[in-house]
C-alpha cells in the first residue's frame, strides 16, 4: 500500500460515512439496539432510511486510517507511562491515542449525548493527553486531527502549537488540524507528528506532568533503545553552551547537539521586558533537559541585565513555575 495521503471531501460520502459508522456500532462487543454518542438516536429496528455505499470513498478512508495509524504508533513510542493502544472508537468513529499522567482527575460533568455518564467518568478518572482522527461530522464538515486534554490546563486553548494550520476551535474546546493540511504537506507523517507532539507538550508543560520520568526517545524501525539507566550521563544532560542572538526587537537562544538544533525565541517590549513566546526542542534532544538550560540562561541574562521575563510560551512558563528561585525576573503586579 502507498504511503501517500489520499484525498477525503466528507461531504461527498457523508452519508456513507454515516452508515458505516451505524454498522460499526452493530458489530460492537455489546448492542442495547440504538446507536450511542450521537445526537437523537433512532433504534436500529426502526431506522428504515435507505443509505447509499459508496465503496471508493470507503477505500480511500481505509487507507487514511491506516497512514493514521502509523503516525501514532510512531508518536507512542516515546512515551513510557499508561498509554492507550491506537483504536477506533466506535461510539463516535474516531482514531484516537490517549496518554496517561498517572494522577487523578476531577470528575467528569458527562453530558455527551446517548453515552451514560458512568462510562464518561470512568474513562476520565485520570489525567488525559488525547488526539485522534475523524473523518468529519461533530461540528466540522471535514475529516480532521484533534487533540485536548482532560481536565483542560489553564492556558492550554492558548498554547503555540504546530504546524500552522493548526487551531483552537472555540466549539469542540479542542485543537484542530485540518486533514488537508497534512494530505497536501510535502512531509505529511512529519507534519501530523508535528501537531501530536506540540499539543501534548503544551498539556504536559501547563499540567505539570513529570515528563523526565514519563517519556523516552522515539522508537525507530529496527533499533534497540538503549535501557536508560545505561544512557551516558550526556544524554539526560548537556554541557553544551547556551548561545544567544540578541537583536533590537527579537533574539533567541539556541543550542546545537550532534547537528541537532534547539531554540527558543523572544521579543523585546520596551527596554525593560522580554517576552518569550516559543520554545522547540527536536524529538531527538528530548530528555536532554535542553528546554530547561534555555530558559536558566534567559533568566540568569535578565537577571544581569535588570529587565523583566513574560513567559508567555506554556513551556518557558511551566518551567519558571517548578523553580520558585526564578520568579524573581517575573514583573510585579
Known amino acids: 500500500m502507498s504511503n501517500k495521503w489520499p484525498h477525503l471531501d466528507y461531504l461527498s460520502w457523508r452519508e456513507t460515512c454515516s452508515a458505516l459508522h451505524l454498522y460499526l456500532q452493530i458489530a460492537a462487543p455489546t448492542f442495547n439496539g440504538q446507536p450511542n454518542e450521537v445526537p437523537n438516536p433512532v433504534p436500529f429496528n426502526e431506522d428504515h432510511r435507505e443509505r447509499p455505499y459508496d465503496r471508493d470513498a470507503v477505500q480511500r478512508f481505509h487507507h487514511a486510517l491506516a497512514s493514521v495509524d502509523r503516525v501514532f504508533k510512531t508518536f507512542r513510542t516515546s512515551f513510557l507511562g499508561k498509554s492507550s493502544p491506537v483504536h477506533l472508537f466506535w461510539g463516535a468513529l474516531d482514531l484516537a491515542v490517549t496518554r496517561f499522567s498517572g494522577r487523578r482527575a476531577p470528575l467528569h460533568p458527562g453530558g455527551i449525548p446517548a453515552l451514560p455518564d458512568h462510562v464518561t467518568q470512568e474513562a476520565y478518572d485520570r489525567e488525559v493527553s488525547s488526539a485522534g482522527f475523524w473523518p468529519g461530522g461533530g461540528g466540522i464538515d471535514y475529516p480532521a486531527f484533534y487533540a485536548y486534554a482532560y481536565p483542560t490546563p489553564n492556558g492550554f486553548r492558548g498554547a503555540s502549537v504546530r504546524p500552522d494550520a493548526a487551531f483552537w476551535h ?164
Not at 177 to 206: C, H, K, N, R
Not at 236 to 253: I, M, N
Open 170 to 333: 472555540d466549539g469542540l474546546s479542542e485543537f484542530i488540524l485540518p486533514y488537508d493540511a497534512v494530505q497536501s504537506a510535502a512531509d505529511g507523517d512529519e507534519t501530523l507528528l508535528a501537531f501530536l507532539v506540540s499539543t501534548y507538550e503544551a498539556a504536559a508543560d501547563l499540567g505539570g506532568w513529570d515528563r523526565d520520568l514519563l517519556e523516552c526517545l522515539q522508537g525507530r524501525p529496527g533499533q534497540v533503545r538503549p535501557p536508560h539507566a545505561e544512557l551516558p550521563k550526556a544524554t539526560l544532560s548537556t554541557d553544551e553552551k547556551v548561545e544567544r542572538e540578541d537583536g533590537a526587537s527579537k533574539g533567541r537562544y539556541r543550542m546545537v547537539i550532534d547537528g541537532v538544533e534547539a531554540e527558543m525565541t523572544y521579543s523585546r517590549a520596551g527596554e525593560g521586558l522580554i517576552i518569550i513566546d516559543h520554545t522547540e526542542v527536536p524529538a531527538a534532544l528530548r530528555g536532554r533537559k535542553v528546554g530547561e538550560q534555555m530558559v536558566r540562561q534567559a533568566v540568569e541574562d535578565a537577571r544581569r541585565e535588570g529587565v523583566n521575563i513574560i513567559p508567555l510560551c506554556p513551556f518557558a512558563k511551566a518551567q519558571i513555575d517548578r523553580h520558585p528561585e526564578w520568579q524573581d525576573v517575573l514583573p510585579r503586579s
